[in-house]
């Protein structure tokens, strides 16, 4: 759908809590692509945080508010929490708004599936906001695999761990029977993002999934493993409880292998204040991405050439930029509708998996698998770095 072209996409925040205007607004004032000129904030501590945040924005209760003239808005960002996702999301697709979602778009398959069927019947775009992808430390490894570094993938393994021994006051730490929740949604679903979004749909899926902290209702401790229908194998790490430092990433391949290190600095820049426009920014970058070639055969091994890779030029304003140019041009929109929907199929059947003991979940082509039709090379790793 081409959407306004004259001027910024008239944007309404819906949702104004921590990740709202922490995350998304910096983001969007920064680019002149967007107006934020609408937050929906449902609370009074909300309300106010918006008001003074956006002092010229017009702050409303509810989306009812926003649903009574549809027209003043080109764009909705919904941040509510995970199982308002569908409700909200349908409203505003069936006025007709173009709308981001945040990850996961919903917590379960059939979730997703009803909203990408009402967008489709609508005629406007739902797009969930995977955002992970424009992570420097994951980019600069994206476009060394792209470039065939590495030679054929052979392993892709990543980490998104932490140490977080408290359950804190927080709706993620609550279980929602029936659904893909707590840190499996949260950071489970930016984990299999970026592995599908580099090496494509994924054929089988095991699991374990354990609760470590005493008293918590939702996983805190996962490990995931991969088949891709591509050959390549992929393992992934999830966790609450790792106080020693583990690598981002780590590809091995044919010919090399890709290591990274520290991390991507966007994310706590922002937290700290530092946003896009502030000289500051980049300045909290510590990863190194290195690669390892193989060393000469013989009988005994030998390492090969180590080279530094030079970091990705990207960040995650890139979402949002590829989001205008697909709603002015109808140029591809930046997360394919398919890999969002297939996402939620491995995780789900992560889950399964980790219920059954690790017992591997065959995902097929049928509907109710890994959706493999339709999901583009070109829009999994192109759109990654450039």
Do not use: C
Request: no cysteine; proline share 8%; net charge negative.
């Amino acid at each position: 759908m081409a959407s306004r072209a004259d001027g910024p996409l008239r944007t309404a925040i819906v949702g104004f809590g921590g990740i709202a205007r922490g995350l998304h607004l910096p983001l969007l004032t920064s680019l002149p692509e967007y107006t934020v000129p609408t937050v929906v904030a449902r609370s009074a501590g909300a309300a106010s945080a918006a008001a003074e945040a956006l002092p010229d924005a017009e702050v409303l209760r509810s989306v009812d508010e926003l649903l009574a003239a549809p027209a003043r808005i080109d764009l909705a960002v919904v941040t509510a929490q995970d199982d308002a996702h569908v409700g909200l999301g349908l409203a505003l697709i069936g006025a007709g708004i173009p709308t981001v979602i945040e990850k996961p778009l919903a917590p379960t398959v059939e979730g997703v599936e009803r909203l990408q069927a009402a967008a489709r019947s609508a005629g406007v775009p739902v797009v969930a906001f995977q955002n992970k992808r424009w992570d420097r430390d994951y980019a600069t490894v994206a476009a060394a695999v792209r470039r065939g570094d590495v030679g054929e993938v052979l392993r892709y393994e990543a980490w998104l761990v932490r140490w977080s021994a408290r359950i804190w006051d927080n709706w993620r730490e609550r279980a929602r029977p029936g659904t893909v929740d707590g840190p499996l949604a949260d950071i489970g679903s930016h984990l299999v993002d970026q592995a599908v979004a580099l090496l494509g749909p994924v054929a089988a899926v095991s699991a374990e999934l354990d609760r470590r902290r005493p008293g918590t209702e939702v996983v805190d401790d996962g490990f995931l493993a991969l088949r891709h229908v591509s050959g390549a194998r992929t393992h992934l790490h999830l966790g609450a409880l790792t106080s020693w430092p583990t690598p981002g990433f780590v590809v091995q391949g044919t010919e090399a292998a890709l290591v990274s290190t520290g991390s991507d600095g966007q994310f706590a820049a922002i937290f700290h204040g530092v946003g896009p426009e502030d000289p500051r920014w980049g300045s909290f970058d510590s990863f190194q991405v290195v690669r390892h070639a193989g060393g000469p055969p013989g009988p005994v091994p030998l390492p090969g050439e180590t080279t530094p890779v030079e970091p990705a030029e990207t960040d995650a304003r890139e979402f949002y930029r590829l989001l205008a140019a697909a709603l002015r041009t109808g140029a591809p929109l930046p997360v394919d509708p398919a890999e969002t929907l297939h996402v939620l199929r491995v995780l789900e059947a992560a889950a399964r998996s980790a219920a059954e003991g690790g017992a591997p979940i065959a995902l097929g082509p049928d509907g109710h698998g890994s959706g493999a039709i339709g999901l583009s090379r070109e829009n999994r790793v192109d759109s990654i770095a450039r």
